[in-house]
């Protein structure tokens, strides 16, 4: 029998906080991020996973290609926040989008594979 992990609210919120700043260093080029792999006309519309290279994983929704929200956010220890969660706690993470789309291999020339 295997033991189900239990999230708690806690949990929750120190992976909200720890994402932001875990962003903050992707932003300012001190951590690496890479896509899943998928090419542009795969993701231009739906969810795109981003692999950080301290671990974390973030799962965006696009729209038309455009960053729309996160989707689910899940820290190196395996906690998840999930859009939902994400919406009703969190405002900043509810409204973060990059600055710099480059960065995050936006542009469809970038999106065909980890970088």
């Known amino acids: 029998m295997s033991v189900k992990k239990i999230t708690s609210d806690e949990d929750r919120r120190r992976v909200a906080v720890a994402a932001l700043e875990v962003l903050t260093k992707i932003e300012a080029g001190e951590i690496s991020i890479s896509t899943d ?58 409204d973060w989008s990059p600055s710099d789309s480059e960065l995050w291999r936006l542009a469809p020339s970038n999106l065909r594979g980890p970088v």
């Open 37 to 94: 792999g998928k090419t542009w006309d795969e993701i231009c519309y739906g969810e795109v996973w981003f692999i950080a290279g301290n671990g974390w994983r973030f799962t965006v929704y696009l729209d038309g290609g455009d960053w729309n929200y996160f989707d689910r956010i899940t820290s190196v220890d395996g906690v998840s926040i999930d859009f939902d969660w994400i919406a009703d706690n969190s405002p900043d993470l509810s």
